[in-house]
């Protein structure tokens, strides 16, 4: 616990060599390096998160979400091609079972050229990951191939926890836990982060005929489809809007029961990530909720500053 300073927590987000190179094998290396680089691509605020874990475990964090962005990017890449093409819809559920077929493999031991397989199989030697949370995240991107509204929040929660619990559930046997009840606050957490996506995001999903607003809740507030498209900042639209962020938050109070409850080397990466995700939220009610023209950000000075107070909470819960 005393190990823990300011200057040692900003010094883990650096760079350091170690993470990756104290990986002897070189092609397992090469594969955590493509891994991590995907990582930094795709998702910075995750990323930053991951630097303050000990190396094993940013390693091990690296190739999971390789392993997700990589099946989320199948589907992204594919979805423009559906719509002209209705046949490719057949190709990319093909190369999504095809995708289960190979994880089974990777499972069962056999070796594997792809180097995030390569990299995921590695975790498997020292963590536990049901097969079954893969393939419920293959289910669920595989929704937006078919899917693009959604009538109940229970339809949407359904679609949330395949693509961003069960993200949550797989890295969380990286990160450690002295409860298994942390797994239900890592299921929060992740349904939390995913409907802030969704506020964050209304704008461009729209403009992929996207509405993940769930009908019912759009009929209770009077907004219809066409005020949506339509970029109507009504007095209707904004009270839809607190609804859903009210929501969201109740997802993450009800994940920050769970971070306690991880290893104390897991604890200020969790924060750090929650907090800074929850603070999009913040932005879009500082936009006056525009969503359609305007996308909630952090900078990166303002995802660091929170840290002094991210360690401190840390530090106490010893």
């Known amino acids: 616990m005393a190990s823990w300073s300011i200057r040692s927590v900003y010094e883990r987000t650096s760079l350091h060599r170690g993470v990756i190179e104290?990986?002897?094998?070189?092609?397992?290396?090469?594969a955590y390096v493509h891994c991590r680089n995907i990582t930094r691509k795709y998702a910075k605020t995750f990323y930053l998160a991951t630097r303050f874990l000990p190396h094993h475990k940013q390693r091990s964090i690296f190739a999971i979400y390789g392993l997700c962005r990589f099946l989320d990017n199948l589907v992204d890449e594919a979805e423009d091609l559906i719509v002209e093409n209705p046949v490719k819809l057949q190709e990319v559920e093909q190369t999504l079972s095809q995708w289960k077929e190979k994880l089974l493999q990777t499972y069962e031991g056999e070796p594997s050229d792809n180097p995030i397989l390569l990299a995921?199989?590695?975790?498997?030697?020292?963590?536990?990951?049901?097969?079954t949370l893969p393939f419920e995240l293959i289910d669920g991107v595989s929704m937006d191939l078919t899917k693009n509204r959604y009538e109940t929040f229970e339809e949407l929660y359904d679609y949330s926890y395949k693509v961003a619990s069960v993200v949550g559930l797989m890295i969380s046997e990286v990160f450690g836990y002295e409860n298994k009840a942390a797994l239900k606050h890592a299921v929060d957490l992740g349904i939390a982060m995913q409907l802030t996506n969704i506020l964050r995001d209304i704008g461009e999903d729209l403009l992929r005929d996207r509405i993940y607003l769930p009908a019912e809740d759009l009929r209770r507030f009077g907004v219809s489809e066409d005020d949506l498209f339509g970029h109507r900042m009504s007095d209707a639209f904004r009270e839809l809007m607190r609804f859903q962020i009210d929501r969201a938050r109740s997802y993450y109070v009800s994940a920050d029961k769970g971070i306690p409850m991880l290893t104390h080397d897991s604890q200020v990466p969790v924060r750090l990530a929650r907090h800074n995700y929850a603070r999009i939220l913040d932005q879009i009610e500082a936009n006056d909720y525009e969503v359609f023209t305007r996308r909630a950000y952090l900078s990166l000075t303002r995802k660091m500053a929170i840290l002094p107070r991210v360690w401190w909470h840390t530090v106490r819960s010893y």
């Open 120 to 131: 995921f199989s590695d975790v498997l030697r020292r963590h536990h990951i049901a097969i």
């Open 22 to 30: 104290e990986v002897t094998e070189p092609e397992l290396r090469d």
